[in-house]
């Protein structure tokens, strides 16, 4: 069953801090694998979007990782803000067409 | 406007009433999709239309829910005889097309609230 999985569930961070996602998948086949932020009450926003041949992708502070082969990636984000607060979701595209699998999301509290 | 539009924003409705949510794309983008999502949760597949034809609706949860296309922009997610489980947020996303590597582009949901 094509699953996406992320940790932690939810992570409090002091502004100005790092922090790291993660994102486990079992999705077969794979295109790419994207990272949204979502805002509460507001829909998604594409960070990311990587394919198999890409291993890492930044946006400003944002940088996002993936290994293929373990099936895993990662989102970094670096000297965090209080903007940074939301809920983080990785997505895998199996395919073309519809078939996006998302994941549960992170949510990030930064705080000052 | 330059983002994906839905409408309308809130909608609190009775058990067993019927209600339609809307979703305006944008300009040019094909693919549409619509989304439901429970706090906590990520969003989960309904619908998906390229142009007017709905080419997967295999997320519909039962007969209650139907989307249209008609002219393939503006889409409506039309839910008969309401439950208190169908209060979610409906997204609607838009892409320039389906193939991998386009971005989707959400509105900021309707929530859906029945009591």
Request: net charge positive; with cysteine; proline share 5%.
């Amino acid at each position: 069953k094509n699953q996406v999985e992320q940790s932690p569930q939810s992570l409090i961070i002091l502004e100005g801090k790092n922090c790291t996602l993660q994102c486990n998948y079992t999705v077969s086949p794979f295109s790419n694998l994207r990272w949204y932020k979502q805002d509460t009450g507001r829909g998604p926003v594409s960070l990311t979007i990587m394919t198999f041949s890409e291993n890492t992708k930044s946006n400003g502070r944002y940088t996002a990782t993936l290994d293929a082969d373990t099936k895993q990636s990662s989102l970094h984000i670096t000297a965090s803000q209080l903007s940074d607060s939301a809920s983080y979701i990785c997505v895998v595209q199996s395919g073309k067409g519809q078939n996006f699998v998302f994941g549960p999301g992170t949510r990030l509290s930064v705080l000052p | 406007g330059a983002g994906v539009s839905q409408t309308p924003s809130n909608k609190v409705t009775e058990k067993g009433k019927y209600v339609e949510l809307r979703c305006d794309p944008i300009s040019g983008h094909t693919a549409l999709y619509w989304y439901r999502q429970s706090l906590g949760q990520g969003p989960e597949f309904l619908i998906y239309f390229q142009g007017t034809g709905a080419a997967d609706d295999s997320g519909l949860p039962n007969d209650r829910f139907f989307a249209v296309r008609p002219e393939g922009s503006v889409s409506t997610l039309k839910i008969q005889r309401t439950e208190r489980g169908d209060s979610a947020v409906y997204l609607c996303a838009s892409s320039l097309m389906s193939s991998y590597n386009s971005p989707l582009h959400f509105g900021n949901g309707t929530r859906l609230t029945v009591t």
